[in-house]
């Protein structure tokens, strides 16, 4: 798993948001596969946000940080696959099957 997925993206910012006890706003965010891509690339959320993985492609695709942070398992086409973050920091992340596919979720 050494070489990262290029193209990866995450896709836009927050789809809904809700009140955390804290007072800060947790938000869902969504990131597109589509075209042997992550959309976008580069995600910023907050921890206890809620990433939400989409493949659009016509083939499986997995989102698997190169830390084992969290691993998607296979996401069937049509499929998705949620993540609620946990920790702070930066995490690359690849599809297994497609090493050229890449993405990096930066929390914070």
């Known amino acids: 798993m050494a070489a990262l997925c290029a193209g990866l993206a995450l896709a836009g910012g927050p789809a809904s948001a809700q009140q955390a006890p804290s007072g800060t706003q947790l938000a869902e965010h969504v990131v597109t596969i589509e075209g042997m891509q992550f959309m976008p690339a580069t995600l910023t959320v907050k921890r206890g946000d809620k990433v939400t993985w989409?493949?659009?492609?016509?083939?499986?695709?997995?989102?698997?940080?190169?830390?084992?942070?969290?691993?998607?398992?296979?996401?069937?086409?049509?499929?998705?696959?949620?993540?609620?973050?946990?920790?702070?920091?930066?995490?690359?992340?690849?599809?297994?099957?497609?090493?050229?596919?890449?993405?990096?979720?930066?929390?914070?």
Request: proline share 4%; aromatic share 10%; charged share 15%.
């Open 54 to 108: 989409i493949n659009k492609d016509l083939v499986p695709h997995t989102a698997t940080a190169v830390s084992k942070a969290f691993d998607s398992g296979v996401i069937a086409s049509g499929a998705s696959w949620t993540y609620t973050v946990r920790e702070e920091g930066s995490s690359a992340y690849v599809c297994l099957f497609h090493p050229t596919m890449q993405g990096t979720l930066i929390a914070q």
